[in-house]
């Protein structure tokens, strides 16, 4: 009884850390496809707005595009820089 109360306890001692250990790894895969994707829908989201942008300047008279270019240039010489 008591050989079998210990092979129980060792066999236990043995499997709970590998039990743990293996929760682990496949959370951080996770997480880096999570990252990944996120990133990938910022990049697409960007680009996008910049395209829309692009597009919106373009459908602007040119006295209207030209008032815009040197606000840009002025926002750029008053922003400060980060």
């Not at 066999?11 to 990133?39: G, H, M, N, W, Y």
């Amino acid at each position: 009884m008591k050989r079998l109360l210990l092979l129980a306890l060792l066999s236990l001692a043995f499997l709970l850390p590998v039990s743990f250990t293996s929760c682990f790894p496949e959370s951080a895969v996770r997480q880096k496809k999570i990252d990944r994707e996120r990133k990938q829908k910022e990049k697409k989201a960007r680009k996008q707005y910049e395209m829309d942008l692009k597009r919106h300047h373009k459908s602007q008279s040119k006295q209207t595009h030209a008032m815009m270019r040197e606000s840009r240039k002025k926002s750029k010489k008053l922003t400060p820089l980060k």
